[in-house]
């Protein structure tokens, strides 16, 4: 069984501004309100790929009906945490560049953090658990190490995609996949990385402290993939840039999946760079026939050994 994981969804309030000025007023000319979070994401990508998981947090309010609402149509399974705050609402708003506002989360009482905990303790030996984005302001920073604390002793594997402290304490745990995007290595080793070369030298230093696999994702630039077997670059593929958001996501779902369904990293890597593009050139998530059109035109190349 697959899990996903999403302390802190939201609906992603996406939204289109002509030239967006600052201190003044605004007009909207294209809106769409869609469900959001890492986890969910890359639960809908899974779905695309024929891939059933379910879905773990917490939702409250009308904020949190209207995603479980597009769960149920979207057919996902899910069993969060009904909690009395609401879920937050996003700001992604399209101008000459992408502006992002996340909003910092519902506060979580300790009865609604101890039903999360009920639930996690229902996974099972062979199961994945992908824990993804940022933890509500209300729960300890640690909140991840206290889930991956069971799912250790549980004999199940997990996936995480979070930044900074967070993920350097939970690397020796031995995760899956950790995905970090340039800014995020960069924060997390604390250094400038320009170079291929920099972000190789990061990229095995996160293997060798536990990460059984690394992307690296480059948003427009592509991404490097660090595994055991090699190093390997995805040029990156030419098209219009519609909504990156979500598309790191979309990467980490077609990783884990493909790698789940063929144990083979470079498969898996190539499906990974298919959905993050797809997703990349639409305005919502990717669907199956879109990562299908992008697939034959990915390309990988070893960069070292
Ligand atoms: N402008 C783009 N053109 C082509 N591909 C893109 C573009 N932006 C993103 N991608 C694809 O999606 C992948 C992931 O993008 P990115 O590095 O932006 O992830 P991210 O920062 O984790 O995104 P998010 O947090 O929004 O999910 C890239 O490696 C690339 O394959
Ligand atoms: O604030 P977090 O939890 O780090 O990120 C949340 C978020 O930006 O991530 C997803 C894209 O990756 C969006 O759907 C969502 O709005």
New binding site residues.
């Given amino acids: 069984m697959i899990y996903t994981v999403t302390l802190n969804p939201s609906i992603d309030y996406v939204f289109k501004v002509e030239r967006f000025e600052e201190g003044c007023l605004n007009h909207i000319f294209d809106e769409e309100a869609l469900p959001g979070g890492?986890g969910l994401n890359v639960s809908r990508i899974m779905k695309e790929l024929g891939t059933t998981s379910t879905n773990l947090g917490f939702l409250g309010g009308f904020t949190g009906s209207f995603i479980e609402d597009k769960l149920e149509e979207y057919q996902i399974a899910h069993d969060f945490v009904r909690i009395a705050h609401s879920t937050r609402i996003n700001l992604k708003m399209k101008s000459a560049t992408e502006t992002e506002l996340n909003g910092m989360g519902p506060t979580i009482t300790s009865q609604e953090r101890q039903q999360f905990m009920e639930n996690i303790n229902k996974i099972e030996a062979g199961d994945v658990v992908i824990l993804s984005g940022s933890i509500p302001h209300s729960l300890s920073e640690n909140f991840y190490e206290d889930i991956v604390s069971i799912v250790e002793a549980k004999g199940a594997s997990f996936v995480v995609d979070t930044s900074g402290e967070k993920l350097w304490k939970l690397l020796a745990k031995k995760p899956l996949l950790v995905?970090p995007?340039r800014d995020e290595l960069a924060l997390l080793f604390n250094r400038k990385i320009n170079s291929l070369t920099e972000i190789i030298e990061c990229g095995q230093a996160l293997l060798t402290k536990g990460a059984q696999h690394v992307i690296v994702?480059?948003?427009?630039e592509?991404?490097v993939y660090i595994g055991q077997t090699g190093i390997y670059k995805?040029r990156?593929?030419k098209?219009q840039?519609v909504n990156?958001?979500?598309?790191?996501?979309?990467?980490v779902a077609g990783f884990i999946d493909t790698l789940i369904k063929t144990q083979n990293p470079l498969d898996a890597y190539r499906v990974a760079?298919a959905c993050?593009?797809s997703?990349?050139f639409t305005q919502d998530l990717a669907n199956l026939s879109q990562i299908n059109e992008v697939l034959p035109s990915v390309s990988i190349k070893q960069v070292k050994e």
């Fill in positions: 890492k995905k995007n994702s480059l948003g427009g592509g991404s995805a990156p593929i098209g840039l990156s958001v979500g598309a790191g996501d979309s990467m760079v993050g593009t997703t990349a």
